[in-house]
């Protein structure tokens, strides 16, 4: 077991935003977070980084019990965020944020890493004396991956990577978290509104609502599912609970 | 959005017409009993008489001077869209080093080493110089906290104070000498920076500025009440003067002087051009370890700190360590200059160090580009050497002083300088120099 949460609650100052949460990931796997907005996705991944700290329950992390941990401890076991928004360092160039991503790794691995970003995303090489700040928004979401990966982490935690983008990248973006993990044998963490991309990729999804998780099982299962369907697949903004069975 | 398209808008000359015809009749309707209208004195009783050709130009002024203005600002804002747009489609260009700009560093630089030289028997040049360079080496050093690591700091002078009242007792109560109390005030001013940084680390912006704010006067008034240790109000006097290696500035006496020793005529002068060259060459110094420091993981962790503090963390970065350490060189280097500043007037006291200073040194950074060194000694120079230029218009000087820096916002709002140096550069195999 790579991630284990169990019981997680969290609170963003008096609100109450997760309930009790219990999901794990498994060596190797591509496990999918989807809800509404303001189900708690992005809380429960932030959650996992101790920002904010969870209040209550577990978050155990390869054998090791790391809810109480600053979020830099965590970074440092090996666990790495893709953020909601991006969050890259806009004035700063493509290659100095890839270095920042880099901070925990090994002097030597830094040029390996590079050129291996770079292959993955041959974009980043054209653009990295640029400020990342003046990158398309598929770009930049391309440059946050690679930096979360500069770090070499055996976990990626990746929150709604196809926010806002056109949809040629966001096709890219999930044709990348396949490969990531068929070929690099990248454990991925995917919080998505995107549903369909999400489950379609996922060997495990968990659908959440209103802090708690509501249902689980492998990809293909939550895209027959019925429920899933009408509430997160055919535009519907209703909870699943609320929605007649088709 | 109507803002939006109102900011993009740009007048027609018939637009522009209508907008100054529409001045000018303001100014006629101010102009009549302003300018139009006036009283003379004829035999003790007033009388009105009228100046109508005097209104006609001032009116006529307004209409032109309207015009004028208008246009500038179209041909401004035309100009910055261009180049909006030129930086979108072209954006690798802005990243390439400007030759000019390295051109201005060495040229500046080289005009300092020879300025006492070519003034050297104008005092004034001098002093004024070595006023500069303080300012610069303080600039330099708030850039490391406010231009780097984005933490806006309002009471930075606390830390000039600091340094300068450590050389300042060192040596009055302890005889210790300048290049002794040197590094020890720089390590109790950064001391006092993790003081300052410890309980503010979960502030930021203006929160910061407040608390940082309070602490600069805290220290002051430390300063004024605390007599026993600092002399309070009349501060401390007589602190000794640097000596050129144990050599000191002094008329010949029986003790061998610097005069004496390199066969020179005593001459007041060479304690000042001294003084000169020795802020000078911490000034030099204090920009090598700051753009070191940039290269370093350190150095670029405080710009991923101003970025973006969630991601740092994120990236394994303890933010904690990273922000205290840009409060400690930050205050490392004010307390240095402090050293300087003590050992320079030979006397200190809590009105050297308001908040006024602080302000000043702030407007350095920021008038300069935000982590810009070459800009914080173009914004000194121009900060420093206004209200010198100024002396001439009495107490209108600070008003163009006010003057001055709205219009470097206005045309520059990014400062001075707003380029900003990349730490790595590219190389053609896709590594990295």
């Known amino acids: 077991m790579m991630l284990q949460l169990s019981g997680v609650h969290a609170h963003y100052g008096a609100i109450h935003a997760l309930h009790g949460v219990d999901l794990s990931v498994q060596v190797g796997e591509v496990v999918t977070l989807i809800g509404a907005n303001g189900a708690g996705k992005s809380t429960l991944m932030m959650a996992i980084f101790g920002q904010p700290r969870a209040s209550s329950g577990r978050v155990v992390f390869d054998g090791e019990d790391i809810t109480g ?21 806009p004035r700063m160039t493509v290659m100095e944020n890839l270095q920042m991503g880099a901070v925990l790794g090994e002097e030597t691995n830094f040029e390996v890493d590079l050129k291996r970003m770079y292959t993955l995303f041959p974009i980043l090489e054209e653009r990295c004396t640029q400020r990342a700040g003046t990158l398309s928004g598929g770009e930049q979401q391309m440059l946050a991956i690679a930096r979360a990966l500069m770090s070499r982490p055996q976990l990626l935690l990746l929150d709604e990577p196809s926010l806002g983008l056109a949809p040629l990248y966001i096709k890219k973006i999930f044709q990348i978290v396949r490969e990531l993990n068929r070929d690099h044998g990248m454990t991925i963490l995917l919080v998505e509104q995107n549903a369909h991309h999400a489950l379609r990729v996922a060997h495990r999804g968990y659908v959440l609502q209103h802090g708690q998780i509501i ?32 | 959005m109507a803002a939006l398209v109102l900011a993009q808008h740009s007048t027609s000359p018939a637009e522009r017409l209508k ?40 009116v006529g002024v307004c209409f032109a001077g309207r015009l004028l203005l208008r246009y500038a600002i179209d041909r401004l804002r035309a100009r910055k869209q261009a180049r909006e747009r030129s930086a979108v489609s072209a954006p690798t260009v802005d990243q390439a080093t400007s030759p000019l700009l390295t051109w201005i560093g060495w040229a500046a630089l080289g005009i300092s080493v020879a300025l006492p030289m070519l003034f050297s028997e104008n005092r004034y040049v001098v002093d004024t110089a070595t006023t500069v360079l303080i300012y610069v080496m303080l600039g330099w050093g708030l850039n490391v906290v406010v231009g780097l690591a984005g933490l806006l700091d309002l009471g930075y002078v606390a830390f000039y104070a600091v340094g300068a009242y ?5 040596s009055t109560q302890f005889g210790w000498g300048f290049w002794q109390a040197l590094p020890l005030a720089g390590a109790v001013a950064a001391s006092f920076g993790i003081l300052l940084g410890w309980p503010t680390l979960r502030l930021r912006g203006d929160y910061l500025a407040i608390v940082t704010l309070g602490f600069g006067e805290i220290i002051r008034i430390i300063l004024v009440n605390w007599t026993e240790l600092s002399g309070g109000p009349n501060g401390i006097a007589s602190i000794p003067r640097p000596s050129f290696f144990g050599l000191p500035f002094k008329p010949p006496g029986d003790d061998p002087t610097f ?12 304690r000042i051009v001294f003084l000169y060259y020795l802020i000078l060459a911490l000034a030099l110094l204090t920009n090598l370890f700051v753009s070191r420091m940039r290269k370093l993981p350190i150095g670029r962790a405080w710009e991923a700190i101003r970025e973006d503090e969630i991601a740092c963390k994120a990236m394994g970065i303890n933010a904690r360590n990273v922000k205290l350490s840009a409060f400690a060189i930050g205050a490392m280097l004010g307390g240095f200059a402090g050293v300087f500043f003590a050992a320079r007037q030979g006397f200190i006291s809590p009105e050297s160090f308001t ?12 008038l300069g580009g935000m982590g810009s060194q070459l800009g914080v000694v173009l914004a000194s120079l121009v900060l420093v050497l206004l209200p010198e230029l100024g002396r001439d218009f009495a107490e209108y000087r600070m008003l163009l002083f006010g003057a001055a820096m709205i219009l470097i916002m206005i045309w520059k709002p990014g400062g001075i300088l707003s380029h900003r140096e990349p730490t790595l550069r590219y190389r053609a195999d896709g590594g990295r120099r």
């Open chain 2, 19 to 58: 907008d100054a015809a529409a001045v000018a009749f303001i100014a006629l309707l101010l102009g009549i009993p302003m300018i139009g209208l006036t009283t003379v004195d004829q035999g003790g009783a007033l009388r009105i008489a009228t100046r109508w050709p005097t209104l006609c130009i001032f």
């Open chain 2, 259 to 270: 005069a004496s020793f390199f066969g020179l005529e005593f001459s007041t002068n060479h």
């Open chain 2, 355 to 366: 908040f006024n200073e602080s302000a000043i040194i702030l407007a350095i950074v920021v």
């Open chain 2, 166 to 170: 450590t050389y300042g007792l060192l």
């Open chain 1, 69 to 89: 941990l600053p979020t830099h401890e965590i970074a440092r076991r090996g666990i790495a965020l893709v953020p909601e928004g991006r969050r890259i360092f």
């Open chain 1, 215 to 246: 249902l689980s099982g492998t990809g293909r299962e939550l895209l027959a599912n019925p429920e899933v369907h009408a509430a997160y697949l055919e535009g519907g903004h209703a909870a699943p609970a609320a929605q007649p069975a088709a």
